[in-house]
């Protein structure tokens, strides 16, 4: 079975910081790329950062760029999220996601979610 668990999310006051963790189990993490999503209020889903299986060579989205840091564990089978100098349009939910391409075939997996505040 299957799962991903996130943890972390909580109420922070802009400025601050918040790491959020993902835990997995029910596939071969190694050889999956990982990644991080969220939705604002009202809003779509959008791409956060992105973590490669093989070297662990990341990408980010413009507006998380220089303030974020996405990481794996693989022994832990577990992705992170750190999150520093909040801004109020930070809030939003987080999930984590697994994905693993191979040909034509997809493979695509999502936590629960969970909830960042960032209000004073």
Not at 33 to 49: H, I, N, T
Not at 57 to 69: I, L, Q
Not at 91 to 106: H, I, L
């Amino acid at each position: 079975q299957v799962q991903l668990v996130e943890s972390g999310g909580d109420l922070v006051q802009p400025g601050g910081s918040l790491r959020l963790s993902c835990t997995t189990s029910g596939f071969t993490f190694t050889y999956y790329s990982m990644r991080w999503y969220r939705q604002p209020p009202g809003k779509e889903r959008e791409l956060v950062a992105r973590i490669s299986p093989a070297d662990s060579s990341t990408n980010y989205a413009d507006a998380v760029k220089g303030r974020f840091t996405i990481s794996r564990d693989n022994f832990k089978k577990s992705v992170y999220l750190q999150m520093n100098s909040l801004k109020p349009e930070d809030t939003a939910v987080y999930y984590c996601n697994a994905e693993r391409v191979v040909g034509p075939f997809r493979n695509d997996y999502w936590g629960q979610g969970t909830q960042v505040t960032v209000s004073s």
